[in-house]
């Protein structure tokens, strides 16, 4: 920073954040280089929501990490301009993805349905998908039942309850791009539904968000969202009515290796948080 730019003295501070903080100061104005930085930090985030989603990757990408049955769906929105201005059309399927579903649905009802969906940022569905299906997929191997992956383009997140609804899915998870903010312009957010249906509120939903390496990794969003499945399957419901509590068992868990190390044991009476049965 040139002598001719002011520190602030809270400039420490960026280390811990990447928050647009202590930029320092030149004259009445934030120095050049932030200021050329702000203006990138647009223009991806801009890019984020116009950049179409390469489905015929997607769907290569995720037939090599061993997720053979993937379908492909459309919303009614034809195109990114209508997909902007019609959220109600990104809600909805197109006719021809409704046939294509109809046809796909099988006489036994899986478990649990996951939708890879562009939203608002299709850089994040491409880039954090198929890295967060990896981490639970391997915590579902055991007495979960799960439906073709579904791939959707122009959807927004009450999509994913008609995609539910029509493939007989106890619960839908929709994986979906998150709107850009100026410092994470490819964030994925998950949205699970149990019995999903057209007409869902968002009240019924649970929601992970931020799910990136820079914020939420793999490895966290999967623990959270299986400790979500296990207990929206055990007590036949998302939304209000279920409290993500996963952090208590992480801390438990953590406990309880601590005290084995020391030689001795814990117990408690009443609710096991790790009882997750």
């Known amino acids: 920073m040139s002598d001719s730019v002011e520190k602030n003295p809270w400039d420490a501070l960026r280390a811990f954040t990447n928050a647009r903080i202590a930029l320092g100061r030149a004259g009445n104005s934030v120095p050049t280089a932030p200021l050329l930085a702000f203006n990138l930090s647009h223009a991806q985030a801009r890019d984020a929501v116009h ?14 990490h ?7 769906v459309h ?17 909805r399927l197109s006719d021809e993805s409704r046939d294509l579903l109809a046809k796909a649905a099988s006489a036994s009802q899986p478990d649990v349905v996951f939708v890879v969906a562009d939203g608002l940022s299709a850089v994040a569905a491409a880039k954090q998908s198929v890295p967060m299906l990896h981490a639970i997929q391997a915590r579902l191997q055991q007495d979960w039942e799960m439906g073709p992956v579904v791939v959707a383009r122009q959807a927004r997140v009450a ?20 709107r850009p903010g100026l410092s994470s312009p490819d964030s994925l957010g998950i949205y699970l539904t149990y019995a999903p249906k057209v007409g869902c509120s968002d009240a ?3 929601c992970i968000s931020n799910v990136r ?10 623990h959270k969202l299986h400790y979500l499945l296990t207990h929206a399957r055990r007590l036949g419901l998302t939304g209000v009515g279920l409290k993500d509590e996963s ?20 117990s408690a009476s009443g609710d096991n948080p790790s009882d997750m049965r």
């Open 51 to 64: 950049h179409p989603l390469d489905a015929a990757a997607l769907h290569r990408q995720l037939r090599e």
């Open 66 to 72: 061993g997720f053979a049955a993937t379908l492909d």
């Open 75 to 91: 919303s009614a929105a034809p195109d990114r301009e209508h997909y902007l201005r019609r959220p109600d059309l990104g809600r």
């Open 159 to 178: 999509l994913g309850d008609e995609i539910g609804e029509m493939l007989r899915a106890r619960i839908v998870v929709m994986l979906i791009g998150e």
């Open 204 to 206: 019924q939903r649970n």
């Open 213 to 222: 390496p820079e914020g939420l990794n793999f490895d966290a969003a999967a």
């Open 247 to 266: 952090d208590a068992l992480l801390e438990a868990t953590a406990a309880a290796g601590n005290a084995s190390l020391a030689g001795g044991s814990v």
